[in-house]
């Protein structure tokens, strides 16, 4: 029994059964890790995740002295130590310190405790090692040693997660060089080495174009075109792997290419229930993109046979982000559209003896192994007249079903095709009471908008075997299913039941607040559509589910916002600063380049003045060793305006807080320079600026091992932050919602569609990319 009970506990940390059985004969093993579970446990108060457990076998099977074990499970259990880089330093720190007391100051940090190492440290650490060996990279391509480019940014990154460092090191080689080829497949030739002197001039052949590194980089149009994919030609489905025949098939294939002349056809198909999130926007990038990297069309078709979720409002939604992402429907279809065919091949199924008329509940068709249907052999005729009561409202909701006879991939057995839904369709009104079910409608759409290719995402495999079984039950044109995996980004809850979770408790406002990842509410934060694009090409047509991290995205969107957002100056926690010498008797008008680094691209004119308003944080009465913006004895100067200016009295109200600042100012060129330069405004306008963090405070909010009080639990206090009276400089006086800005040292925003006449209000998009030497 204590055996049962110590295997499932093992297997509880995440080891399989058979690793849980070997460590059961080791007894010393076994004994200490059953020990540091348990008092992982008491400490947790719950059950251990994989990642803790993992650590807890790591930290049993290498520790020497037992009398350490509660002092390291201690941290294990408590996240201070929460890598294996970590939790190698602390066996190491242990062994070479037998002596007790243990100086815990030293030992956390020679083990890293409380080191933060964020996202875009990782980006920054992994982009410089490419950049170092760029030139190899690009000659060797895949066959290049990536544990090279792993070590460097580790050693520059000591602390970081190895599986995010890889991760990163991952999707930068792919967005330099694209997918891999055939070649980068074939195992690395054995070659004599060369002489230094011909390996450097074949390099330079290879890679160098006018004393810049040349590299070809796929974008999402080149991926998908042509052979990229290994997809079947129009008309030729028969070649697909898997892809069921009948003696019907040639021709019916020789039917639709006489319908088509051989074009491709793709559709994206929405349910009109809920808002387009991330994950959509891949689906919506392969099947537009595919379409129109092969020159084809795609249909936007929305599945609308589920009138009791469906309004009006989505349908608009969906049609308007397909227009912002840049995809012209080929044309706009609906399910709703092909009812009467629908219903007519229905009754032919049945004829066919393939379908028939089911009185069990939905109950009783649930489980893994429901019982076998006492209708299922009932009579043609009879189910004719019973499918033909069901159409004319003579059931009940839940009292009849049309059943089709197959049995699915997942054991799943006679999926429903029709059922009674007492409720008014937006399109056809109260035309039907019967409406067909994805099963039964998806595939005989496709047929009948003659779609070559029907890209679904992973979960829909399941279902490929009934969609061939269907159209060839039914001797109609029968497309190729393709399945793809889904786009999922940590830190975010995509659900339309969990995002109405979150409206009706008031964690946001609704579909479109921008700490949500749905589209519309990336529009609303000012994410731009191009660079949600460049994301999908970036993570490219995966097989694979996969899951990202909300900074390699936002790293698309600073690409983009760089070179299209103009710069402005904002200041959110103002302090007044008086310029006693001001150099006019009126104000100045300063001509500000829009982007800075390329000037051509214009100018905007702003007012300086003898008052202007500074960060409160770029003023110190007491700064510390390293600050280099304004205190006693430090100059500072203004951005843009060519003056420096210094500091000459400082103005306290009552309290004993700074109200004002009072300075002297000369020109830039008049002495020594100054260590920093500042932004700032003057007469400036009055705005609400909403600074927005993530919405949850874990990687996987959704998932109970990491969050055990569910999603709702993990919401993150700070996710939200109004200034309510920020000061922006007048140049975005005349700004609409949605226009975008950079204001300078602060990040990227846009314009709130909550803005009106004379209160402007801004929501910021992202960040600037920190400079780690910025002070």
């Known amino acids: 029994m204590a055996a049962l009970d110590s295997l499932s506990l093992f297997t509880g940390l995440g080891l399989s059964e058979h690793k849980a059985r070997e460590t059961l004969k080791n007894t ?20 251990i995740d994989k990642a803790t457990g993992t650590l807890l076998y790591g930290l049993a099977s290498r520790l020497r002295d037992p009398r350490r074990l509660s002092f390291l499970v201690s941290y294990i259990a408590n996240r201070k130590i929460h890598t294996e880089t970590q939790l190698s330093a602390a066996l190491e720190y242990v062994r070479s310190h037998p002596l007790d007391p243990i100086n815990t100051m030293d030992f956390e940090q020679e083990c890293g ?83 230094p ?53 040639m021709d019916l294939l020789k039917q639709h290419l006489e319908i088509t002349g051989g ?59 397909v227009a912002w992402l840049g995809y012209t429907p080929y044309k706009v279809t609906y399910a709703s559209n092909y009812f009467d065919q629908l ?33 299922r052999d009932r009579p043609t005729e009879e189910s004719l007249l019973l499918f033909e009561a069901m159409r004319k409202g003579k059931f009940a909701e839940g009292e009849a ?95 339309k039941r969990k995002i109405l979770q979150l409206v009706a408790a008031g964690a946001v406002r609704d579909w479109d607040d921008p700490r949500l990842f749905t589209l519309t509410a990336l529009r609303r934060r000012g994410f731009p559509p191009e660079a949600i694009n460049n994301f999908c090409a970036r993570v490219g047509v995966t097989v694979a589910q996969t899951t990202m991290e909300p900074h390699l995205l936002e790293a698309c969107v600073r690409d983009v916002l760089n070179d299209t957002a103009p710069r402005a100056m904002a200041v959110l926690e103002p302090l007044q600063v008086v310029i006693t010498n001001f150099p006019a008797a009126k104000s100045l008008d300063i001509q500000v380049p829009s982007f800075p680094a390329d000037e051509t691209k214009g100018f905007h004119q702003i007012p300086f003045g003898p008052i202007v308003f500074i960060e409160r944080t770029d003023f110190k009465e007491e700064p510390e060793p390293g600050y280099k913006r304004l205190a006693w004895g430090q100059a500072v100067g203004l951005r843009h305006t060519g003056y420096i200016i210094e500091l000459q009295h400082v103005v306290k109200g009552p309290s004993g807080c ?75 006086a005349l700004a609409k919602p949605f226009d975008k800005f950079q204001f300078e ?25 920190e400079d780690p030497g910025k002070v």
Not at 270 to 287: D, S
């Open 658 to 732: 700074v109200e004002s600042l009072e300075v002297t100012c000369r020109r830039a060129d008049a002495g020594e320079k100054p260590k920093a330069f500042i932004h700032w405004v003057s007469q400036p306008l009055t705005c609400e600026i909403r600074l927005y963090e993530r919405l949850f405070q874990h990687k996987n909010p959704e998932d109970p091992a990491e969050v055990p009080g569910g999603f709702l639990s993990d919401l993150n206090p700070a996710s939200l932050q109004v200034v309510e009276a920020a000061l922006v400089d007048c140049s975005v």
């Open 401 to 495: 079903t049309l059943r089709m006879k197959l049995v699915m991939e997942d054991g799943k057995m006679d999926p429903v095709a029709y059922r009674v839904k007492y409720i008014p369709h937006h399109r056809t009104g109260d035309t039907w009471c019967i409406y067909p079910t994805y099963d039964y409608t998806h595939c005989l759409c496709d047929s009948i908008e003659h779609i070559t290719h029907s890209l679904c995402t992973k979960e829909f495999q399941a279902r490929r075997s009934s969609y061939f079984w269907l159209c060839n039950a039914l001797d109609v044109y029968c497309p190729v299913q393709w399945e793809y995996g889904r786009l999922n980004l940590h830190y975010a809850v995509v659900s």
């Open 263 to 321: 074009q491709v056809r793709t559709r994206f198909p929405p349910e009109p229930n809920g808002i387009l999130h991330i994950g959509h926007a891949k689906a919506i990038n392969f099947n537009f993109g595919y379409a129109k990297a092969n020159s084809g069309i795609c249909f936007l078709r929305f599945d609308d046979t589920n009138p009791e979720k469906e309004e009006a409002k989505f349908f608009t939604a969906i049609c308007d982000m």
């Open 28 to 47: 010393a093993l076994s004994a200490q890790l059953r020990e540091a579970a348990t008092q992982a446990q008491q400490t947790l108060g719950c059950t």
């Open 343 to 375: 219903y007519a091949w229905a009754e032919d199924l049945i004829r066919r003896g393939q379908a028939y008329v089911c009185h069990q509940r939905g109950e009783e068709l649930k489980g893994h192994n429901p019982l076998p249907s006492p209708w």
């Open 113 to 195: 405790v409380g080191v933060v190492v964020t996202p875009e440290q990782i980006e920054e650490a992994v982009e410089a090692a490419i950049n170092r060996h760029r030139p190899q990279l690009l000659v060797e391509r895949y066959h290049f040693s990536m544990g090279l480019l792993m070590g460097e940014a580790r050693a520059a990154l000591k602390w970081a997660d190895g599986k995010m460092i890889k991760h990163e090191v991952d999707m930068q080689v792919l967005h330099l060089l694209g997918p891999k080829t055939e070649t980068d497949l074939e195992k690395k030739p054995k070659v004599a080495k060369a002489r």
């Open 745 to 769: 040292r602060l990040g990227y925003f846009s314009v709130d569609p909550d803005s009106r006449q004379g209160q402007l209000v801004f929501n910021r998009t992202i960040t600037l990319k």
């Open 197 to 249: 002197e011909e390996t450097d001039r074949r390099r330079a052949k290879d890679v160098v174009e006018d004393g810049e590194a040349v590299v070809q980089t796929l974008s999402l149009m080149e991926q998908l075109r042509g052979e990229a994919l290994k997809f079947h030609k129009p008309g030729e489905n028969y070649k697909t792997p898997g892809y069921v025949t009948t003696p019907h098939t």
